[in-house]
């Protein structure tokens, strides 16, 4: 049966900011099963069993997501197109079972056969079936230096986001809107894609809705910009932007889209008279830069 969540309670709110969006991919365009087409490869660059697997199964929006099992062959890469210079975004969905781990690591080149691999960091959840809950980033120029833990929900889907500063070599990385790690991204300053690993025989998860965005241009969501209230809201939201509102989605606890308008005006209002009180995530787009924001009703 598909299961689709939302994270509602949990993520409070969250800033996705961009100026070109170069990948936005919600898996609902493939046929089930491995995935080896767009940006979507492997480790050996070949069509196979190490391709990622479109499921049915679990679903953060639509009805389909990424799977990554534990058979210790699956080796699915992101391909991100061999970035060497400016600031980028990227962001994806994650759900790991509980009791399970998940891993991904971060490519300096596209290509890995012909490079053999050159790592920057690694991103561990529940290292060595010790510590369920717990994610560990570590530094692959010395994979005994882990650089931050942290903590991430079992069995909810969550989004993991990362900031990458190429000409810093830097990134930052959160976890529905909390950061987990600010610091040396170990790159040097290449950016090739994202290696979707089965780590080992307990590993289990699945990935959806894949956002990357060069980030230049970021539009403003300060808060001395952009402001959502009444909340709780009782019949009528009002938004207040300096810049003409393109797209508002009401989302609720179970992920299904509610209510969705194209404003096109500067500090729209919303009815949300007709929707059952309960809590609701409303998603305000300008651009290619978008936040959402958790309100009451």
Avoid: C
């Amino acid at each position: 049966m598909k299961k689709i969540y939302l994270l509602a309670f949990a993520l409070g709110a969250f800033t996705f900011s961009a100026n070109a969006q170069l990948i936005d991919d919600d898996m609902e365009g493939y046929t089930p099963g491995p995935v080896h087409e767009d940006h979507w490869s492997s480790w050996s660059g070949a069509a196979g069993p190490e391709d990622m697997v479109i499921t049915t199964d679990q679903a953060f929006s639509g009805g389909q997501s990424g799977y990554i099992g534990d058979d210790g062959v699956q080796d699915a890469m992101l391909l991100l197109g061999n970035q060497t210079s400016g600031t980028y975004t990227l962001d994806w969905y994650m759900y790991i079972p509980g009791g399970k781990t998940g891993y991904y690591n971060v490519q300096e080149d596209e290509d890995t056969g012909a490079t053999g691999g050159i790592w920057a960091i690694n991103v561990h959840f529940n290292l060595d079936n010790l510590t369920p809950g717990t994610g560990y980033v570590v530094d692959d120029a010395n994979p005994a230096n882990i650089v931050s833990t942290f903590s991430y929900p079992e069995n909810f889907w969550f989004q993991i986001s990362h900031v990458i500063n190429l000409d810093t070599d830097t990134v930052v990385m959160s976890i529905d809107g909390t950061e987990i790690y600010n610091g040396p991204f170990y790159s040097g300053g290449n950016l090739g894609g994202i290696d979707f690993f089965s780590i080992d025989a307990n590993n289990q998860y699945y990935i959806d809705d894949v956002v990357f965005s060069s980030a230049a241009g970021v539009e403003d969501f300060s808060a001395d910009s952009f402001r959502v209230y009444p909340n709780p809201v009782k019949d009528v939201l009002n938004i207040s932007t300096k810049t003409a509102v393109d797209n508002i989605e009401v989302y609720d606890v179970l992920g299904k889209r509610v209510l969705s308008v194209q404003p096109d005006v500067i500090s729209p209002k919303i009815n949300m008279s007709g929707l059952a009180s309960g809590a609701y995530m409303v998603k305000v787009t300008i651009g290619n830069a978008s936040k959402t924001v958790k309100i009451i009703k």
